[in-house]
């Protein structure tokens, strides 16, 4: 039986080091040595016996930037090299060099063998002090900071973007497959696993959203929260109305698929079979729900009570199951309704956003296609085709829908609801991205913009602002709410952007530019978009003199109120301090009456960016294109003037 190896003291291991630690430095001295001996030799052939096409440079000297050389210190060795007698001769100096040569190799050669020996002793060394119960480092061994910023690069999006947290443009595979690796990786990639949280104005999504911040790993990582103000409508409680909203719409998803052939592009879990019967069979459903809704049209009665009249055996069980859905709707709208007047909704949001540390980013929208999108859609085989009905008559209205149906909903008291909730709990936003389809029931009386002094104490931290709306005729008091949220959230110095775009018509009122950012001190403001707005020019002057250096400065069919547009050009040109000037379509002052073609020679829509108008501003042109075509057109008066008197 062979005797158990023996445990080596401390003493033997600092001897085993010591042994391999002088081995290295002999080692080196004759690296160094041989290295010497070398460059000494070479050095004194080139400078005694150089070749004709040769050229040496001394060493350790230099020439400075007027080419005169430095003064220098010569090593030992470059004085034996001149003062050596024996190197003279070109024969003694290639004897020497054959055995130095000579000996510097057989030093390395040795030198190979005492590495050898001197890494298998540090290798011993150092096995045996990684004893057994010390195991190797591994990925799991780092700490959770560098853990983080490995799984930042899984994730793959910049911080800084407004769409990296955009659930249309952001997946989560690569950190779903993390989580299930080990615990350990679970803990940490679960920070990137919901970065926006959607919320719809129900009570389960709001639980959801519940749970989701008082979880003690995922709500690290949220960044924001998206509310979705999908809304059910009074409008449609009655049977015939809420028909007469839905036929068309399921009608068009019919057509629509065998349009475009969509079994092409579900990837075989339909074929074309199965999608032309199930369009078929969703048409007849559409011929029945036609004469559903004009029996109850032509009798004018509560839905309630009585069948219509004029209707089949079939038919009239059709309608009882869709009275069934009716009734489902008008107890969502009215629990709806009940959720939003009772505060409810708004104090979980805003407690959510609160307890979620990093989550200060509020998205509101009134249209979001993604939400529901199964229920929105009845074209799946493998459902029963009235009960796909019936999930898509329970939905709530989008803004899209209800605009393009001529649906009114809820006045849009929820969003300054949103903002003072989220107030009222503690939590200080940095950025607020609003996007609504119309403006339908802004012009109301607003209970939360009566009190802006508290709204815009909540907003002393904010730095992104964004306001798009679409609303074909925007009326006064639409757009005296819309300046008087935007100046309440603007009235902060750390604002670094704001983007205000009203997509309306050339009829529709517009927002007034200066009631949205009264003069004030914006040293952090970077970015800067106006489109449908206008102002006057004493106004844009005051407002260009409060503005710091800016990175981007955008304004699109701004309507001047007073003043010129060339003279708003010189201010422009004065005062404005940006890197990219974009100016589309101005309206207003002598653009209205301007010919069609001077128009886009001066204000090219395509070229935005590098009009005349716009490198004037920025200082690229030298005479303000406006004043030469006022003096063109003055000349050419003068000119016809002269003629007639001729």
Not at 623 to 630: C, S
Request: glycine residues 4%; hydrophobic residues 40%; charged residues 30%.
């Amino acid at each position: 039986m062979a005797a158990p190896e023996q445990e080596q003291s401390p003493a033997e291991d600092q001897t085993i080091l010591k042994v391999a630690f002088d081995g290295l430095r002999i080692a080196n001295e004759d690296h160094d040595e041989a290295t010497l001996r070398v460059t000494r030799l070479a050095a004194a052939r080139a400078m005694r016996h150089p070749k004709p096409c040769e050229e040496f440079r001394c060493p350790h000297r230099e020439i400075d930037r007027c080419g005169f050389w430095l003064r220098w210190k010569a090593p030992r060795w470059w004085a034996a090299i001149i003062h050596h007698k024996d190197f003279s001769s070109a024969a003694i100096l290639a004897q020497e060099s054959e055995e130095v040569f000579e000996s510097a190799l057989q030093k390395v050669t040795d030198l190979a063998a005492r590495s050898g020996v001197v890494q298998e002793a540090l290798r011993s060394s150092i096995n045996h002090l990684s004893r057994s119960s010390l195991r190797k480092l591994n990925i799991l061994d780092l700490p959770d900071e560098i853990l983080l910023s490995i799984f930042e690069f899984v994730e793959g999006w910049n911080s800084e973007d407004h769409l990296a947290f955009d659930p249309c443009f952001r997946t989560t595979k690569d950190i779903q497959n993390s989580r299930l690796v080990c615990r350990r990786l679970r803990d940490v990639s679960s920070q990137f696993l919901l970065r926006t949280i959607v919320v719809t104005i129900d009570k389960e999504s709001v639980q959801r959203l519940d749970e989701i911040s008082r979880h003690t790993t995922i709500s690290k990582g949220v960044r924001g929260v998206r509310i979705v103000l999908h809304l059910y409508s009074a409008e449609l409680m009655s049977l015939a109305n809420l028909l007469e909203y839905c036929v068309g719409d399921i009608e068009e998803q019919a057509r629509m698929a065998e349009a475009v052939r969509s079994w092409e592009f579900r990837n075989g879990k339909s074929s074309e079979h199965d999608t032309l019967e199930r369009v078929e069979q969703v048409l007849a459903v559409v011929g029945t729900l036609r004469r559903i809704t004009t029996a109850e049209h032509m009798q004018d009665m509560d839905p309630d009570n009585g069948d219509a009249a004029d209707l089949s055996e079939e038919d009239q069980l059709h309608r009882s199951r869709l009275l069934d859905t009716r009734r489902q709707y008008v107890s969502l709208c009215v629990e709806q309704q009940a959720f939003m007047e009772s505060g409810e909704f708004y104090r979980a949001v805003g407690l959510a956003i609160a307890r979620m540390p990093c989550a200060r980013r509020l998205d509101i929208r009134d249209t979001d296609f993604e939400c529901h999108r199964r229920a929105r859609s009845v074209m799946h085989p493998e459902d029963d085709v009235w009960a796909s009905i019936s999930r898509f008559m329970l939905l709530p209205l989008t803004g899209y829908h209800a605009k393009r149906a001529d649906v009114s909903v809820a006045d849009r008291h929820d969003i300054t609801n949103l903002l003072h909730a989220v107030r009222n709990a503690g939590a200080l936003l940095k950025g607020i991205d609003i996007k609504l389809s119309n403006l339908t029931g802004f012009g109301g009386a607003t209970p939360g913009l009566s009190r802006p002094q508290e709204l815009s104490s909540g907003m002393s931290q904010l730095e992104y602002l964004s306001f798009c709306a679409e609303d074909e005729d925007l009326f006064e008091g639409e757009a005296a709410n819309v300046e008087l949220l935007l100046s309440t959230c603007a009235d902060t110095p750390s604002l670094r952007e704001l983007r205000c775009d009203l997509r309306s018509s050339a009829q529709g009122a517009l927002i007034d530019i200066q009631r949205v950012l009264p003069p004030r001190a914006r040293p952090h403001l970077a970015n800067l978009w106006f489109a449908r707005a206008a102002i006057h020019l004493s106004g844009l002057k005051a407002l260009i003199e409060q503005l710091p250096d800016m990175k981007y400065c955008g304004l699109a069919h701004v309507r001047l109120l007073s003043g010129t547009w060339e003279e708003a050009l010189d201010v422009l040109r004065q005062d404005l301090k940006c890197r990219l000037l974009c100016l589309v379509e101005p309206e207003g002052a002598e653009c209205d009456g301007m010919a069609p073609e001077d128009y886009k020679a001066i204000f090219n829509r395509d070229q935005g960016f590098h009009s005349d108008a716009v490198q004037f501003s920025r200082g690229l042109l030298r005479e303000n294109p406006l004043r030469a075509l006022r003096n063109r057109e003055q000349i050419a008066l003068e000119e016809q003037s002269d003629a007639m008197e001729e």
